[in-house]
């Protein structure tokens, strides 16, 4: 069975940074596309971030230029590196993996990122 487990959650400043990593167990193909979205209070889920097994990405505009996405496709590991963090950035971060050959998309339980002075 696909889990896919966060780690990282935390409460940081304004401007300051936090790595978010998600590791997939259960299984020994690589995903095709891994990413983050997140869910802040009374919102709906949004994408912030998503990278292929070829290393091609894809940023919320609002992220772009502040989060990086990164994965170890020997580990099927995805990162967020999160830079110059905004209280507009709290939110459950969610990570999700998919496999080319299926629509299925695998979702973490969930991490915390408060952003707040």
């Known amino acids: 069975q696909v889990q896919l487990v966060e780690s990282g959650r935390g409460l940081v400043q304004p401007g300051g940074s936090l790595t978010l990593s998600c590791a997939a167990s259960g299984t020994s193909r690589r995903f095709y596309t891994m990413g983050w979205y997140r869910q802040a209070p009374g919102k709906q889920r949004d994408l912030v971030a998503t990278?292929?097994?070829?290393?091609?990405?894809n940023y919320a505009d609002s992220v772009k230029g502040r989060f990086t996405i990164s994965r170890d496709n020997a580990k099927n590991t995805v990162y967020l590196q999160m830079n110059s963090l905004k209280p507009e950035d709290t939110a459950v971060y969610y990570c999700?993996?998919?496999?080319?050959?299926?629509?299925?998309?695998?979702w973490g339980q969930g991490t915390q990122v408060t952003v707040s002075s």
């Open positions: 999700t993996a998919r496999y080319s050959t299926s629509p299925t998309n695998y």
């Open positions: 990278i292929t097994s070829g290393s091609s990405t």
